[in-house]
C-alpha cells in the first residue's frame, strides 16, 4: 500500500502550469524585444553558438526536479506489514451535494470548498470508525465505498468538484436512499449519516428517504451550507475562474437560497440535528459528541503497520536532474553541431 505522511504537500504541485505560463510569457517577451533589432534569422546568425532549444530542456528538467522534491517533502511510503487488528466504531456515510449551486460564494471560498474543508476537519477527529462518500446532484453515486482508510477518505473528498456528475439538478432523495444501502448488512451495527447539502431538492422525495433511512436504525445530521438570503450561482471555466452567472428562462440571474426546513426536517426524523454553516464556521463538536456516544461494534480490519519511507529516491532523483541541469550550457555543442552540418551538407550533395 502505497500513502503520504505529507499527503497535503502534494498541493505544490499546482504550481507548475504557473511556471510553465510564466516561462512561456518570457520567452514570447523575448522574441518580441529580439524583433526590435531586427530579423530573427538575422540575429540567430549573429549568435550562431547560442542553442534554441537548451533554455527548453532546462526548463524541464528544473521542472521534473520541482516535482520530485515536492514529492519527496511528502514523503510517499509503502506499507510492508500487513496485520489483521481487532477495531470497535460506527459506521458514517456523508452525503455531499456537489450540484452547482454549491459553487455560490455566500460561504467563501464556496459553499463546496468549506463542505469538503469540513468533512476533512470530521475525518481527523475520528478514531477507529469506518466513513464512505456518496456524492450527487442529479444523479448520484459512490465516491467512497466504507472504508478505514482515512487517507484516502480525505483524499477522494478533496477531489469532489461539480463537474463529476453530468445531469444536473438535485436529487437528495435517492443519495440518501444510495447511502442507506452502502453500509454493512449487521443490523446491529451503529449507523450515522451525515448530508451536506443547500437543501435544494428538485428531484424527489427526500423525507421519504429519510424516514425509510430512520427506520433502518440510521441516525441523520444535516449540514446546511449557504445562506437563507441567497447568492447567484456562478459559471467557472476551466481553472475555476467565475465567467458568468447562471441565468432562467428570461435572462434574469438564478438565486440560490439554502432551504433550512427541509434538511431540519430530515435531522428530526433521523434522531439528530440540523447544522447551520452560514458564516462559514461549522462547529463539529455535536457530532463528534453524538459519535461518542453511539454504540461502538468490534470488527476486524487488515491493516499495514509498518511503513518504509521512499523519500529519498526522489530527492536523489532530484538532485541528479539539478546537477544535469547545471551541466548544461546555453551554448550549442560543438559535436552535435558538426554532425548536424554534416548531415544537412550530405542530404544538399544528395539533391
Avoid: C
Amino acid at each position: 500500500m502505497l500513502r503520504f505522511e505529507h499527503i497535503q504537500l502534494l498541493w505544490a504541485l499546482l504550481a507548475i502550469p504557473g511556471f510553465t505560463l510564466f516561462f512561456v510569457l518570457l520567452r514570447a517577451s523575448r522574441t518580441n524585444n529580439l524583433r526590435k533589432f531586427g530579423d530573427l534569422d538575422l540575429v540567430a546568425r549573429l549568435h550562431p553558438d547560442t542553442s534554441r532549444f537548451k533554455s527548453l530542456s532546462k526548463f524541464i528538467l528544473l521542472n521534473l526536479a520541482f516535482a520530485l522534491l515536492v514529492i519527496g517533502a511528502a514523503n510517499p511510503q509503502i506499507g510492508n506489514k500487513l496485520e489483521k487488528v481487532d477495531r470497535e466504531g460506527i459506521e458514517i456515510m456523508v452525503v455531499l451535494d456537489i450540484s452547482n449551486s454549491m459553487n455560490a460564494q455566500d460561504i467563501k471560498p464556496s459553499r463546496l470548498e468549506r463542505a469538503k474543508q469540513a468533512i476533512t476537519k470530521l475525518i481527523d477527529k475520528l478514531l477507529s470508525d469506518k466513513i464512505g462518500t456518496v456524492v450527487f446532484a442529479g444523479d448520484s453515486f459512490v465516491l467512497l465505498p466504507i472504508t478505514t482508510d482515512f487517507s484516502a477518505a480525505k483524499m477522494l473528498v478533496s477531489s469532489a468538484e461539480t463537474d463529476l456528475i453530468d445531469r444536473q439538478g438535485t436529487a437528495l432523495g435517492s443519495a440518501m436512499d444510495l447511502a442507506s444501502g452502502s453500509y454493512s448488512p449487521n443490523k446491529s451495527q451503529s449507523k450515522l449519516m451525515i448530508v451536506i447539502s443547500d437543501g435544494e431538492n428538485h428531484e424527489d422525495d427526500a423525507v421519504s428517504s429519510a424516514k425509510k433511512a430512520a427506520e433502518k436504525g440510521i441516525i441523520i445530521f444535516t449540514i446546511g451550507m449557504g445562506k437563507q438570503s441567497g447568492a447567484p450561482i456562478p459559471k467557472l471555466n476551466g481553472n475555476g475562474n467565475i465567467v458568468g452567472y447562471q441565468k432562467d428562462e428570461s435572462g434574469n440571474t438564478v438565486i440560490s437560497k439554502l432551504n433550512a426546513p427541509v434538511l431540519k426536517e430530515i435531522a428530526d426524523i433521523g434522531d439528530g440535528e440540523f447544522l447551520y454553516a452560514s458564516s462559514g464556521t461549522l462547529d463539529l463538536n455535536t457530532i463528534i459528541e453524538k459519535i461518542s456516544k453511539m454504540k461502538k461494534n468490534k470488527y476486524g480490519s487488515k491493516i499495514f503497520t509498518d511503513f518504509d519511507d521512499k523519500f529519498q529516491y526522489f530527492l536523489f532523483a532530484a538532485f541528479i536532474i539539478l546537477l544535469i541541469e547545471l551541466i548544461i550550457t546555453y551554448r550549442k555543442n560543438k559535436y552535435l553541431s558538426a554532425l548536424s552540418d554534416f548531415a544537412g551538407g550530405k542530404k544538399k550533395n544528395e539533391k
